[in-house]
């Protein structure tokens, strides 16, 4: 067993909507059935929270002296108070994860030993199932590309890791500007620019995470203001090379249309084209 030399902080990030069960069992995943443990765990109030939510994180704070709570006064949106998260954290690798979604019990230890015997990496993700109520209600298995080479050629397209997958280097997402508030595609955006500062990437062919899908899911994906988003981001990966014009006319001509599909649309291409390799 590796993962001796690798000390590592968890990320996350809770707003008042969340519930407070799926937080729950989203830290019993983190903090309790992991074989490899967290060196720390940096948890970002997101603005205030609810009653409920407030009494599961002071459980959790009782009993593991390695949790950090990071109160925010105000609500930021989740690429704010990731910015502040990656600040706040003592270790240079960094995990992230959702607060209502499961981690697999050895996916740290998966990343942790990869990442010894690769530490030429800055990012290393991996795949995820889909799940609605429990997780043994699966909708799909999202498989992301593997080597360095085919995320740089994913990136050109659309997000090349499951976001709640990533274990990540501090100093290189600070010297690549850090997460930015860029509403929807936060960690696309962070992807781009480290891609331009060199950095390596990897995934691992493992499911990592239990991610929880359904409340809305295709609906905010098809929000008016993720075709801004997706601007700054093809803006970016063309003034840098990684995109020609033509790619990028491409890149805006599908978002558009995505945005305008009727709901039940989207649903399908996103389970079943989004998620090829």
């Known amino acids: 067993m590796g993962g001796l030399l690798v000390k590592f902080s968890v990320l996350m990030s809770v707003y ?125 298995e999202k498989q992301m590309p593997l080597s360095h080479e085919e995320i740089i050629k994913r990136l050109q397209r659309r997000n090349p890791f499951c976001h709640m997958t990533v274990f990540f280097k501090k100093s290189s997402v600070l010297k690549a500007g850090n997460y930015k508030p860029l509403p929807l595609v936060e960690d696309y955006y962070l992807w781009a620019r480290m891609a331009a500062q060199g950095c390596r990437f990897a995934n691992l062919n493992r499911v990592l995470v239990y991610a929880r899908v359904g409340n809305g899911m295709h609906t905010r994906r098809s929000q008016t203001e993720q075709i801004a988003s997706w601007k700054v981001v093809n803006t970016f990966l063309l003034s840098h090379g990684m995109l020609n014009r033509g790619q990028y006319y491409q890149n805006m001509l599908m978002i558009r249309a995505f945005v305008g599909t009727p709901i039940w649309i989207k649903a399908f291409i996103y389970k079943y084209l989004l998620r090829r390799k």
């Not at 069992?25 to 060196?39: A, F, G, Y």
């Not at 995990?95 to 499961?102: H, L, P, S």
């Open 16 to 140: 008042q909507k969340e519930n407070p069960d799926f937080l729950r069992k989203s830290l019993n995943s983190v903090l309790i059935e992991q074989s490899r443990k967290p060196d720390e765990l940096v948890l970002v109030e997101d603005g205030p929270l609810t009653e409920e939510l407030y009494q599961t994180i002071q459980d959790f704070k009782e009993k593991f002296p390695e949790m950090k709570v990071l109160h925010l006064k105000e609500n930021v949106g989740l690429g704010e108070a990731l910015h502040r998260g990656v600040e706040a954290c003592s270790y240079d690798w960094i995990a992230r994860m959702d607060t209502d979604d499961i981690a697999t019990p050895d996916r740290f230890q998966q990343q942790v030993d990869y990442i010894e015997q690769h530490p030429q990496l800055d990012v290393l993700g991996g795949n995820i199932i889909e799940f609605d109520s429990e997780p043994d209600q699966i909708v799909a």
